[in-house]
């Protein structure tokens, strides 16, 4: 009976110390890059390498609607467009069933 208390006991105070260990939270993991950009955006504080880090995030979020709209914001403040980003937006304006030859950012891309 004695050895039945002190295996209780013993498994008592083990789950006891496991149930309080701390899980630690990732602060990269757990921040999302496109709230904090539309915050900075809507602060005034838009640059185009913000626009760019939007529509790329939009963009890998699956969000083709908000990544046409931070591409498009891109391509008005710059004029160096990488083939990557263009890429990215077309594949963006088919997803949405916008995808046209005559799109004026596309004719802009395709010159430089």
């Known amino acids: 009976m004695y050895k039945i208390r002190l295996l209780l006991l ?3 105070i083990s789950s006891i110390s496991f149930s309080q ?3 630690k939270t990732n602060v990269n993991r757990d921040i999302d890059i496109v ?3 539309t915050q900075v955006v809507k602060e005034g504080y838009g640059t185009p390498q913000v626009y ?3 529509a790329n995030a939009c963009y ?3 969000d083709y609607k908000a990544s046409i709209k931070w591409f498009e914001k891109f391509f008005e403040t710059e004029k160096n467009i990488d083939e990557t980003l263009l890429y990215r ?5 088919k997803a949405m069933g916008l995808y046209s030859e005559s799109n ?6 395709s010159t430089n």
Not at 104 to 109: D, M
């Open 10 to 12: 013993f498994i008592g």
């Open 21 to 23: 260990t701390e899980e």
């Open 35 to 37: 709230k904090v950009y």
């Open 52 to 54: 760019k880090e939007l």
């Open 60 to 62: 890998f979020k699956s």
């Open 89 to 93: 937006y077309k594949q963006s304006l």
């Open 104 to 109: 004026v950012f596309l004719a802009v891309g």
